[in-house]
């Protein structure tokens, strides 16, 4: 199982990473053209802000427990990528984008497994 828990916080990591520095590198008009058309309802601090919430998500989830510094902090980057996720599944609720949904509800169950495992039974 806590091999298993590696590969979800890693997958999660790149997910995030990924999404993250997209946020963060690109314009908010390039983001709606490439499909966030979410982006379109939030100023562009706000949407800065999600892009450094998500790259801090990723370092979290791995550099801790890779690390051995603080290690707790993999499950709580966790919990808040499950915050994350059900803010997202409610600002795409509102806009009738059921498939980013999808995407929300999977990476949060996920995010929510690695938080149950790290702070339960498979904690460093």
């Known amino acids: 199982m806590n091999i298993?828990?590696?590969?979800?916080?890693?997958?999660?990591?790149?997910?995030f990473l990924v999404a993250g520095v997209m946020k963060l590198a690109r314009s908010k008009q390039d983001l709606a053209a490439?499909?966030?058309?979410?982006?379109?309802?939030?100023?562009?601090?706000?949407?800065?802000?999600?892009?450094?919430?998500?790259?801090?998500?990723?370092?979290?989830?791995?550099?801790?427990p890779a690390t051995g510094i603080a290690p707790v902090l993999a499950p709580l980057a966790a919990a808040g990528v499950v915050l994350l996720m059900c803010?997202?599944?409610v600002v795409h609720l509102r806009r009738k984008e059921r498939a980013q949904i999808a995407v929300n509800v999977v990476a949060g169950l996920l995010a929510a497994l690695v938080a149950w495992g790290r702070f339960g039974p498979y904690a460093f």
Do not use: H, K, N, Q
């Open 34 to 64: 490439s499909g966030m058309t979410w982006t379109e309802d939030f100023p562009e601090r706000t949407v800065r802000l999600i892009g450094v919430l998500e790259v801090l998500a990723a370092a979290g989830l791995i550099l801790p």
């Open 4 to 15: 298993v828990l590696w590969v979800i916080a890693g997958l999660l990591s790149l997910m």
């Open 87 to 89: 803010g997202a599944a």
